[in-house]
């Protein structure tokens, strides 16, 4: 029995072992977050079995994973006390294809036809045989952790098949020795191994010693209970996973069974470098399973707007049979993105209520995300319009006023939600739009960021409430006494069409109008003055002439009053009056490009006005 058995390895196995051979690709690095895994695996299944009272070879063994980087000799060597293997266990499980891991790669290579990806390997990690990208040899010195068991040298060059044979003095566990390849020759420096195993494995649960100093110092914080947590240790960890000094506004940690078994520890960030005007934020959630990281600043997690949340997600409920690759299924991806999604939102709106200064943060470091995702994200966008918040006609000034709080303000016949944009607060108020509301004592939502009219547009409704741009609202007030009668009105509107041709579409009466003499309205029923400026800004739109305007007059104001009797006494002046009220009212809009037609005929108006009259 001591001799040395060749075996071969069965043929799926061998496929797998040649294209991991004979393929160059970049990150084979990985070979060491599966062997890794493997040991981490077998010494949790001791665990198991040492709590279950379970009789054990050599019970006093430190549950830990030990590595020797020798770059003298090229090797690399990973041990582990675990449950380690028996002879029959060493043929079915590293010669033949009876686990995932692998099986689940020929399957993909089968459904790709075409030359294997290189990419695939790291994607899937091949588990075990991965360690065949850097190695020329491998030694798998292992003992069962079955007392009447013994140890077994198992040895491969990756083509000729495997060896198996008796060793002696092998201590419980596996100990796998890599005799690296020239071009691998990184794999057996210290800093390089200490380097990619803080990137995958920082967060094994067992001590992995390089050349016997620890280099696994971090805790997986989010496997354990909230309660006996304090807030230093998320401090440190935030640090570590964050790599950003300023402590975070916020955390969420939570656990979750259905649909899907998840811990996730999640932080919101105090800044964003994309919010700093510093290119394109990325998604800092790393996906874990079981605690070995699987993806990265895994992207598909969240919906890109949340790309500004920094943390961990573990789905480690899955059976010991379902390896990592099968995290990469997009369909069980999606539903993490739904789960965690709306868990974000609901902690979201939590914090509103119960820390709105906190919120208030958040929402000036992030809230343009929030925006974006009411705009982007139709699943979830009624859960994202009651976190945004708006100036209001109601608030103080800088004090701001969420939907919700909004619809419970509203006052008796009001239908819509108003809203305004405007450079800032004064512009707001002094705006022609703003009028008839005030008047009206109903509430406006003030925007003075381009995007809000973006976010408006798209909600489209809030509650069963239309959200309506105040210039667009149809109402009326009450008519008061001393107005032109209706008839001078309409024949004053046909002077002031034909005095302004073509560049207003039509002139009406107005009744929203207190203050103003006029005001333009864009003539498409959902473009206001100021997305018709942002639009101008982003050039997609013609100029100022293309779009169509409506300019409606005040008929109780003394402007127009006055200039209803010019019009008999005075044609041309009155025309000239009329010219100025309707720029005037664009100025006031913002949409009036060219100010030089506006100056010189004021002058000319003012000469008028000062000239000695007989
Ligand atoms: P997977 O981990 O997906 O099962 P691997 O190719 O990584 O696939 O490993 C194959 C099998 O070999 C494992 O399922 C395990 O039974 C066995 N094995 C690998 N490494 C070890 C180890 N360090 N200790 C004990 N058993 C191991
Ligand atoms: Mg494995």
Request: proline share 5%; net charge negative.
């Given at each position: 029995?001591?001799?040395k058995q060749?075996?071969t390895?069965?043929?799926e196995?061998?496929?797998?072992?040649?294209?991991?051979?004979?393929s160059?690709?970049?990150?084979?690095?990985?070979?060491l977050?599966e062997l890794?895994?493997?040991?981490?695996d077998?010494l949790?299944?001791?665990?198991f079995y040492q709590?279950?009272?379970?009789?054990?070879?050599?019970p006093?063994?430190p549950?830990?994973?030990?590595?020797?980087?020798?770059?003298?000799?090229?090797?690399?060597v990973?041990?582990?006390?675990?449950?380690?293997m028996?002879?029959?266990?060493?043929?079915?499980n590293?010669?033949?294809?009876?686990h995932?891991g692998?099986?689940?790669?020929?399957?993909?290579?089968a459904?790709?036809?075409?030359?294997?990806?290189?990419n695939?390997?790291?994607?899937?990690?091949?588990g075990f045989?991965?360690?065949?990208?850097?190695?020329?040899?491998?030694?798998?010195?292992?003992?069962?952790?079955?007392p009447?068991?013994s140890?077994?040298?198992?040895?491969?060059?990756?083509?000729g098949?495997?060896?198996?044979?008796?060793?002696?003095?092998v201590?419980?566990?596996t100990?796998i020795?890599?005799?690296?390849?020239e071009?691998?020759?990184e794999?057996?420096?210290?800093w390089?191994?200490?380097?990619?195993i803080?990137r995958y494995?920082?967060?094994v649960?067992?001590?992995?010693?390089?050349?016997?100093?620890a280099?696994?110092?971090?805790?997986?914080?989010?496997t354990?209970?909230?309660?006996?947590?304090?807030?230093e240790?998320?401090?440190?960890?935030?640090?570590?996973?964050?790599?950003?000094p300023e402590?975070?506004?916020?955390r969420?940690?939570?656990t979750?069974?259905?649909?899907?078994?998840?811990?996730?520890l999640?932080?919101v960030?105090?800044?964003?470098m994309?919010t700093m005007?510093?290119g394109?934020?990325?998604?800092?959630?790393n996906?874990?399973?079981?605690?070995?990281?699987?993806?990265?600043?895994?992207?598909?997690?969240f919906p890109?707007?949340?790309?500004?949340?920094?943390?961990?997600?573990?789905?480690?409920?899955?059976?010991?049979?379902i390896?990592?690759?099968?995290m990469?299924?997009?369909?069980?991806?999606?539903?993490?993105?739904?789960?965690l999604?709306g868990?974000i939102?609901?902690?979201?709106a939590?914090?509103?209520?119960?820390?709105?200064?906190?919120?208030?943060?958040?929402?000036?470091?992030?809230?343009?995300f929030?925006?974006e995702g009411?705009?982007t994200d139709?699943?979830?966008?009624?859960?994202?319009a009651?976190l945004l918040?708006f100036?209001?006609?109601?608030?103080p000034r800088?004090?701001?006023?969420?939907?919700?709080?909004?619809?419970?303000r509203?006052?008796e016949?009001?239908?819509?939600?108003y809203?305004?944009?405007?450079?800032?607060r004064?512009?707001?108020?002094?705006?022609?739009?703003?009028?008839?509301?005030?008047?009206?004592g109903y509430?406006?939502?003030?925007?003075?960021?381009?995007?809000?009219?973006f976010?408006?547009?798209?909600?489209r409704e809030?509650?069963?409430k239309?959200?309506k741009p105040?210039e667009k609202?149809?109402?009326?007030?009450?008519a008061?006494?001393?107005?032109?009668s209706?008839d001078?009105a309409?024949q004053l509107?046909?002077?002031?069409?034909?005095?302004?041709?073509d560049?207003?579409?039509?002139v009406?009466?107005?009744h929203r109008?207190?203050?103003?003499p006029?005001?333009v309205?864009d003539?498409?029923?959902?473009?206001?003055?100021?997305?018709?400026?942002?639009?101008?800004?982003m050039?997609?739109?013609?100029?100022?002439?293309a779009?169509k305007?409506?300019?409606e007059i005040n008929p109780?104001?003394?402007?127009?009053?006055?200039?209803?009797?010019?019009?008999?006494?005075?044609?041309?002046?009155?025309?000239?009056v009329a010219?100025?009220l309707?720029?005037?009212?664009?100025?006031?809009?913002?949409?009036?490009?060219d100010?030089?037609?506006?100056?010189?005929r004021?002058?000319?108006?003012?000469?008028h006005?000062?000239?000695?009259r007989?």
């Amino acid at each position: 029995m001591s001799q040395k058995q060749h075996h071969t390895f069965q043929a799926e196995i061998q496929r797998v072992l040649d294209i991991v051979i004979h393929s160059l690709y970049t990150d084979r690095e990985i070979f060491l977050r599966e062997l890794v895994s493997n040991a981490a695996d077998a010494l949790e299944k001791l665990r198991f079995y040492q709590t279950s009272g379970q009789p054990l070879f050599q019970p006093e063994l430190p549950l830990e994973i030990n590595l020797t980087a020798d770059d003298k000799e090229r090797t690399l060597v990973i041990a582990d006390a675990g449950i380690g293997m028996t002879r029959d266990e060493l043929v079915e499980n590293l010669g033949t294809i009876a686990h995932s891991g692998s099986k689940a790669f020929l399957q993909k290579l089968a459904e790709a036809k075409e030359k294997p990806a290189l990419n695939l390997i790291g994607q899937f990690g091949v588990g075990f045989y991965s360690a065949f990208m850097v190695a020329s040899k491998v030694e798998v010195f292992t003992r069962s952790y079955q007392p009447d068991e013994s140890g077994w040298l198992w040895t491969s060059d990756g083509a000729g098949g495997y060896e198996i044979e008796a060793a002696a003095d092998v201590p419980r566990g596996t100990r796998i020795v890599l005799h690296l390849k020239e071009d691998a020759k990184e794999f057996s420096e210290n800093w390089q191994v200490q380097n990619i195993i803080k990137r995958y494995s920082s967060f094994v649960p067992f001590p992995i010693k390089l050349n016997g100093s620890a280099i696994n110092t971090v805790q997986a914080l989010w496997t354990r209970s909230k309660a006996e947590i304090k807030d230093e240790e998320y401090k440190e960890f935030y640090e570590f996973i964050g790599h950003d000094p300023e402590p975070p506004l916020a955390r969420l940690h939570f656990t979750a069974d259905a649909p899907l078994a998840l811990q996730a520890l999640l932080f919101v960030p105090s800044r964003n470098m994309e919010t700093m005007g510093i290119g394109k934020a990325e998604s800092e959630v790393n996906l874990h399973c079981r605690k070995i990281l699987i993806q990265a600043k895994a992207k598909e997690l969240f919906p890109d707007w949340l790309r500004f949340l920094k943390g961990v997600v573990d789905s480690e409920d899955l059976p010991l049979n379902i390896s990592r690759e099968a995290m990469q299924d997009s369909a069980l991806m999606k539903k993490l993105n739904r789960v965690l999604t709306g868990r974000i939102i609901k902690f979201l709106a939590e914090l509103s209520d119960k820390e709105p200064e906190t919120y208030a943060k958040i929402y000036a470091a992030h809230g343009r995300f929030l925006k974006e995702g009411a705009i982007t994200d139709f699943e979830h966008r009624e859960g994202l319009a009651k976190l945004l918040r708006f100036e209001s006609s109601m608030t103080p000034r800088g004090q701001t006023t969420s939907l919700v709080d909004y619809v419970t303000r509203m006052k008796e016949g009001q239908k819509e939600i108003y809203h305004l944009g405007g450079p800032n607060r004064d512009a707001a108020e002094a705006s022609p739009y703003f009028e008839a509301c005030k008047e009206l004592g109903y509430e406006v939502l003030f925007s003075y960021e381009p995007v809000d009219e973006f976010v408006f547009e798209h909600l489209r409704e809030f509650q069963g409430k239309t959200l309506k741009p105040a210039e667009k609202a149809d109402l009326k007030l009450e008519a008061k006494e001393g107005g032109l009668s209706e008839d001078d009105a309409r024949q004053l509107s046909n002077f002031i069409k034909e005095s302004l041709g073509d560049r207003v579409d039509e002139v009406r009466t107005s009744h929203r109008l207190v203050g103003s003499p006029a005001v333009v309205l864009d003539a498409d029923e959902y473009t206001t003055a100021s997305m018709r400026r942002i639009l101008k800004a982003m050039k997609q739109e013609g100029d100022a002439k293309a779009s169509k305007l409506h300019l409606e007059i005040n008929p109780r104001h003394p402007v127009i009053l006055g200039l209803s009797q010019l019009r008999q006494a005075n044609a041309p002046l009155a025309a000239k009056v009329a010219e100025q009220l309707f720029d005037n009212a664009r100025l006031g809009a913002g949409l009036l490009e060219d100010p030089q037609t506006l100056l010189r005929r004021m002058n000319e108006l003012l000469e008028h006005l000062v000239t000695p009259r007989p």
